[in-house]
């Protein structure tokens, strides 16, 4: 069975420091990974994805992943924080195929807090 | 286009009621999600239907919840007798479904459903 791990809770940053968000995943076959952000009172938006092809996928507001097979990890980046980044993210991984097995399901989330 | 919709966006109801949930998928789009998020919580799986296939009810907690769709359109989450833990958001999803291609979904605002 297919599953995602986002280990820490929080993640607390300074405002033009550089960011990390971890994600692990388990799943046969070749994974496709998702990452997705809900600010506050909103709903979840799509930031990413990987499919296949080059190992680092870059996304909407400056976020950027990197797919890495052999540690089963899909980490999200961003260069120099900011305080409007500061927002609930999730990870999500779907398994191959084309059938109602093939769901994609979501990591339990990391809130990310960026202080000025 | 018209995004996802769901309604109602707010849900009051006695413990012991049954309560249904309504979601409208983007026009086109053949897979459909629902998820249930506690307050501060992850994203919970609770169903996934894929075009004409069998859907995956693997998430539902209980034999109290239940979902329909008909074909491509219109969902609807029905909850029995609901209990106090019912209470959450209800979040509905769609996406493309194509043989081979996976597409990021697209989420609707969420039914906020209270249980007294």
């Known amino acids: 069975a297919q599953s995602v791990a986002q280990p820490e809770d929080q993640v607390n940053v300074a405002e033009g420091n550089p960011l990390t968000v971890k994600c692990t995943y388990s799943?046969?076959?070749?994974?496709?990974l998702f990452w997705y952000v809900q600010y506050p009172n909103r709903g979840l938006q799509f930031l990413l994805k990987y499919i296949t092809g080059d190992n680092l996928v870059k996304g909407s507001y400056g976020f950027e992943a990197e797919f890495n097979k052999s540690q089963t990890s899909f980490h999200l980046k961003k260069p120099s924080a900011l305080v409007s980044d500061s927002a609930l993210y999730f990870c999500a991984v779907r398994a191959p195929g084309y059938s109602s097995a093939s769901k994609i399901i979501f990591g339990s989330g990391t809130r990310l807090s960026i202080r000025p | 286009g018209a995004g996802v919709s769901q309604s109602p966006s707010n849900k009051v109801t006695e413990k012991g009621k049954d309560v249904e949930l309504r979601c409208d998928p983007i026009s086109g789009h053949t897979a459909l999600y629902w998820y249930r998020q506690r307050l501060g919580q992850g994203l919970e799986f609770l169903i996934y239907f894929q075009g004409n296939s069998a859907p995956d009810k693997s998430g539902l907690p209980s034999d109290r919840f239940s979902a329909e769709r008909t074909g491509e359109s219109v969902s609807t989450l029905t909850i029995q007798r609901t209990q106090q833990e019912d209470s959450a958001v209800y979040l509905c999803?769609?996406?493309?479904?194509?043989?081979?291609?996976?597409?990021?979904?697209?989420f609707g605002p969420g039914t906020r459903l209270t249980v007294t």
């Open positions: 799943v046969s076959g070749n994974p496709y």
């Open positions: 999803a769609s996406s493309y479904g194509l043989a081979g291609v996976t597409y990021e979904q697209y």
